[in-house]
């Protein structure tokens, strides 16, 4: 996942409500610019994803995948919203 679908990805994701917090192998390409990490940081296609608001027992995580896609990022921020 080049640093773009992630950005547009936690777009999508942040509109569910709450703060996020990013976990996995994505958290290094939220947190560094791409161009400064080897390829291997971008072959993942999903982001994990850990909502932080509530308390720890109502706290839920969501894993999505990414499509290179502009349609499909689409899809999903239709999914996304029926799933808020």
Not at 20 to 38: C, H, K, T, Y
Not at 46 to 65: H, I, M, N, P, Q
Request: hydrophobic residues 45%; without cysteine; aromatic residues 2%.
């Amino acid at each position: 996942m080049k640093r773009e679908e992630l950005d547009d990805l936690l777009i999508l994701i942040s509109r569910l409500g709450g703060e996020i917090l990013v976990v996995g192998s994505q958290a290094i390409l939220a947190a560094v610019p791409e161009e400064r990490l080897p390829a291997e940081a971008t072959a993942s296609v999903e982001v994990d994803v850990a909502f932080l608001d509530g308390d720890e027992e109502s706290r839920t995580s969501l894993t999505v995948r990414s499509v290179s896609t502009r349609a499909t990022t689409r899809n999903t921020m239709s999914t996304l919203k029926a799933l808020g």
